[in-house]
Antibody
Framework: QVQLVESGGGVVQPGRSLRLSCAASGFTFSNFGMHWVRQAPGKGLEWVAV????????YYGDSVKGRFTISRDNSRNTLSLQMNSLRAEDTAVYYC?????????????WGQGALVTVSS | QSALTQPASVSGSPGQSITISCTGTSSDIGYYDYVSWYQQHPGKAPKLMIYTVNKRPSGVSNRFSGSKSGNTASLTISGLQAEDEGDYYCSSYTSSRTVFGTGTKVIVL
């Protein structure tokens, strides 16, 4: 069965960096584009970034462009999100999500989420 | 990219039908037939309910249906059940990115 497990969340001071990882299993990771989606406490979903199946194409939401970097290691079935220059407004649960098998424009599997708290 | 607009809450009694709207622009919903809907229960990850406007993934009840007209998409839940209570989000593909809706809390009275 498909499993996505995020790790690396925690408390970090403003301006510092943090790296999230997402371990994928139960499917051929290298065949699917992958996304990061975040949700601030009590708020709605916000799309963060996407990376193509081969790691070549990457796109970012306006609020994180230039600060966050999405990457993947298909040999280790791992998705990553490097977050630099963190701000209080980056505080959120971060989900990794797989693009849909039937439609690449949807997200058919999600991880359980990793909480990132940016606070001094 | 601005969030798609959804009503903050929609309520209904068990057995009734409710509809959640999701309004975007001619650059997202109006341009692409790539609207998805997600259900989220408290403390849980979102679950895909509808993709490409009106298709249901395997395992999703046929009480859930989607449609689109112009810049507005809709999710209809028929035969409302207590387990349908939760938050619902629409999303649209747009120029290699995704935009989510503001979210709607469904309340089963």
């Amino acid at each position: 069965q498909v499993q996505l497990v995020e790790s690396g969340g925690g408390v970090v001071q403003p301006g510092r960096s943090l790296r999230l990882s997402c371990a994928a299993s139960g499917f051929t990771f290298s065949n699917f584009g992958m996304h990061w989606v975040r949700q601030a406490p009590g708020k709605g979903l916000e799309w963060v970034a996407v990376i193509s199946y081969d790691g070549i194409n990457k796109y970012y939401g306006d609020s994180v462009k230039g600060r966050f970097t999405i990457s993947r290691d298909n040999s280790r079935n791992t998705l990553s999100l490097q977050m630099n220059s963190l701000r209080a407004e980056d505080t959120a649960v971060y989900y990794c999500a797989r693009e849909g098998w039937l439609s690449a424009t949807s997200f058919d599997y999600w991880g359980q989420g990793a909480l990132v708290t940016v606070s001094s | 990219q601005s969030a798609l607009t959804q009503p903050a809450s929609v309520s209904g009694s068990p057995g009734q039908s409710i509809t959640i709207s999701c309004t975007g622009t001619s650059s997202d919903i109006g341009y692409y037939d790539y609207v998805s809907w997600y259900q989220q229960h408290p403390g849980k990850a979102p679950k895909l309910m509808i993709y490409t406007v009106n298709k249901r993934p395997s395992g999703v009840s046929n009480r859930f249906s989607g449609s689109k007209s112009g810049n507005t998409a809709s999710l209809t839940i028929s035969g409302l059940q207590a387990e349908d209570e939760g938050d619902y989000y629409c999303s649209s593909y747009t120029s290699s990115r995704t935009v989510f809706g503001t979210g709607t809390k469904v309340i089963v009275l």
